[in-house]
């Protein structure tokens, strides 16, 4: 893999580099949840509070729109007094009733998985609440059945558009009681990711640039991301999204305990020990001086763990630590980010506004164009 590190600092090359202006569209978060919250009032979310406290929430949607619901899972959290669940398939569980809430989300507003779910909703009798742009059949469908409609800016890509997406379900998870403190954090959201684009810029030098120096680091490696949180549990698979769409980038993601203590057992593979076993032979074999411009790069796991301090279980800390200890007798790097705030939603942001730019960062550091997203494309046109 060919990376080329100095056209992080040089903005001429950034700008040619991001021919979508991806790093400008993910600047607008902070914005994103102050106008959606707003929109979510006006819309009406407050009214699916009318009748009380639902059975359980479920939210319908993929892509982004599955990033949605697991930021509106965090904030609920375990103190929620009813089960709040991403769903992320074709129909309604069989379950899913009269005393249910459905919130359906889709940045496009096309999607046949949420557009069937709204149909089967409302058959159902269920409470809905709908998000996505303006005059689509998504809008068309809530129109029908009466329910709240929130009015997303529909020119954004997807992937910059988490925020957008999530805030008025968290505006409806606060009217249903299942989320505490909701309007201060989702302000607290919006002022990190201000932060976050401010010490993120282009502009700012690869030395000082947080998201910068994380691209570098993830740049020829195999990274494994994993959460010891709800909230940092979420913000991993948001980042695994992000690598893959953004910097067409493979990752394996997951959390503490689950799946992580399974996962663990690649450090002992070809990217893991065995691969760092390897360069030490072959650095005995090497010759002082040898020319090692030619050399073969290998490719080895690096451990992004995204902590989340006071917020762990005590057997996730300990196990962290013992990650930590292990992966380093086995050669396998780690980087430990975490997580800053105290509401669930604002801990979730200051990671995944890092790595959302991380993300576009290492897109520009392999020469990769951020913007384009040809086999997702190829994919939508199998019939």
């Known amino acids: 893999m060919y990376v080329d590190e100095s ?17 400008r569209e993910l600047a607008t978060g902070g914005r994103q949840i102050r106008e959606t919250w707003r929109l979510a009032e006006e819309a009406g979310a407050a009214q699916l509070g009318a009748d009380g406290r639902p059975r359980a929430v479920l939210v319908v949607g993929t892509g982004a729109a ?8 965090a904030a609920a959290g375990a103190v929620s007094p009813v089960p709040v669940i991403g769903h992320h398939d074709h129909g309604l569980p069989g379950w899913v009733g009269v005393a249910d809430v459905v919130l359906a989300v889709s940045g496009s507003g096309r999607s046949p998985l949420t557009l069937t779910a709204v149909e089967d909703a409302a058959r159902r009798g269920c409470r809905i609440l709908a998000v996505g742009p303006p005059d689509t059949p998504l809008h ?17 890509p997807e992937r910059a ?13 606060a009217a249903l009681g299942v989320c505490r403190d909701a309007a201060a ?3 607290a959201a919006a002022a990190r990711l201000e932060e976050i684009a401010g010490r ?3 502009s700012s030098e690869s030395f000082v640039n947080p998201a910068k120096l994380l691209a570098l680091e993830l740049a020829g490696t195999l990274p494994i991301i994993w959460g010891t949180s709800q909230a940092t549990s979420a913000a991993a698979s948001r980042a695994a999204t992000q690598l893959a769409v953004t910097a067409k980038y493979p990752v394996l993601h997951g959390g503490l305990p689950h799946p992580g203590i399974y996962q663990i057992a690649a450090f002992d593979g070809v990217f893991g020990a065995r691969a760092a076993a390897a360069d030490a032979g072959n650095d005995e074999l090497d010759e002082f001086f040898r020319d090692r411009v030619d050399d073969e790069m290998t490719t080895r796991l690096r451990l992004i763990l995204l902590r989340d301090p006071g917020h762990e279980h005590p057997d996730v800390t300990r196990r962290a ?3 930590v200890r292990v992966a380093a007798e086995r050669g396998v790097g780690v980087t430990e980010l975490s997580a800053t705030g105290s509401h669930p939603v ?8 890092l790595l959302d730019y991380a993300s576009v960062y290492l897109a520009m550091l392999i020469g990769i164009d951020p913007s384009l997203e040809p086999a997702i494309h190829d994919l939508d046109r199998v019939r």
């Open 185 to 187: 954090g989702v302000e």
């Open 161 to 173: 558009s988490l925020w957008a997406l999530a805030t008025p379900l968290l505006a409806v998870g």
């Open 346 to 353: 604002e801990r979730m942001a200051s990671l995944v506004g």
């Open 66 to 73: 599955a990033g949605a619901a697991d930021v509106l899972v």
């Open 321 to 323: 630590e013992a990650v």
């Open 7 to 23: 056209v992080l600092d040089d903005p001429a090359r950034l700008a040619v580099a991001d021919p979508g202006d991806l790093l």
């Open 200 to 202: 993120s810029r282009p």
């Open 140 to 156: 068309y469908l809530a129109d029908r059945a009466r329910a709240p409609f929130v009015k997303i800016d529909g020119t954004r």
